[in-house]
């Protein structure tokens, strides 16, 4: 069944693996610079294949004039009647001198985890998948490793904004055990799940299906909905 789809990025963040594009100009082809936008291009026509619909537009707009109810007002627009939002991750998509709560990613997040009430119809909170961009290497060793000793996967949360991280690894009941003193997961760890764009791309409706059945299980989870 298709699913209408919300995307979150950072459209001008160029720390990503470069995609080829050329433009047309009066000299001929020119190639542009990629950025996240362009993945959104590449997502969008795969969404539209399986069915899923794309909704929402983030035109990079300044936050420093917006109070936070025109904030909200905006992404309710956009975020109401979506039913999974998919976060794209990259290397750039955090503005290091910025507070969390200026920039747009934080707050489409918590919108979409929010249940919101118009017109006297209630949503439910979104399904949110994480997906990881490839940085200008071609590489995701930014935010995914691999641990060989432990045979497991390991995510470098510290890079993510506060909401992303708080809704990984919260899961009340954690089925955890020690490896060369770490905690290693497994089964369904986070309401919040990371998927590489290459993995995303093969089989999209697999993980948004995911993101839907961790949504109606969301009382098993710590689930933060609000930005700090």
């Given at each position: 069944m298709?699913?209408?789809?919300?995307?979150?990025?950072?459209?001008?963040?160029?720390?990503?693996?470069?995609?080829?594009?050329?433009?047309?100009?009066?000299?001929?082809?020119?190639?542009?610079?990629?950025?996240?936008?362009?993945?959104?291009?590449?997502?969008?026509?795969?969404?539209?294949?399986?069915?899923?619909?794309?909704?929402?537009?983030?035109?990079?707009?300044?936050?420093?004039?917006?109070?936070?109810?025109?904030?909200?007002?905006?992404?309710?627009?956009?975020?109401?009647?979506?039913?999974?939002?998919?976060?794209?991750?990259?290397?750039?998509?955090?503005?290091?001198?910025?507070?969390?709560?200026?920039?747009?990613?934080?707050?489409?997040?918590?919108?979409?985890?929010?249940?919101?009430?118009?017109?006297?119809?209630?949503?439910?909170t979104n399904g949110v998948i994480a997906v990881v961009l490839p940085d200008e290497l071609g590489s995701y060793s930014y935010y995914i490793t691999h641990d060989p000793e432990c045979n497991c996967r390991m995510l470098n949360t510290g890079i993510l904004f506060e909401i992303l991280r708080e809704n990984m690894f919260n899961v009340k009941n954690p089925n955890r055990s020690i490896c060369n003193g770490k905690w290693i997961y497994s089964g369904d760890y986070s309401y919040i799940d990371s998927v590489k764009w290459e993995d995303f791309m093969v089989s999209p409706t697999k993980y948004i299906d995911k993101a839907i059945e961790l949504r109606d299980r969301i009382s098993e989870f710590d689930v933060v909905k609000n930005l700090k």
């Open positions: 298709g699913r209408k789809i919300f995307v979150s990025y950072k459209y001008f963040d160029s720390q990503v693996q470069d995609l080829n594009i050329y433009e047309d100009s009066l000299y001929g082809k020119i190639k542009i610079q990629t950025t996240a936008r362009h993945y959104v291009d590449k997502l969008t026509d795969i969404l539209e294949d399986d069915d899923h619909i794309y909704k929402g537009e983030d035109d990079d707009e300044s936050m420093e004039s917006l109070a936070d109810s025109t904030i909200g007002s905006k992404l309710g627009d956009k975020i109401f009647d979506s039913s999974v939002t998919i976060v794209l991750i990259s290397k750039g998509m955090k503005e290091q001198f910025k507070a969390e709560r200026d920039q747009w990613i934080p707050w489409e997040i918590s919108y979409s985890l929010k249940q919101q009430d118009r017109q006297g119809q209630k949503s439910k």
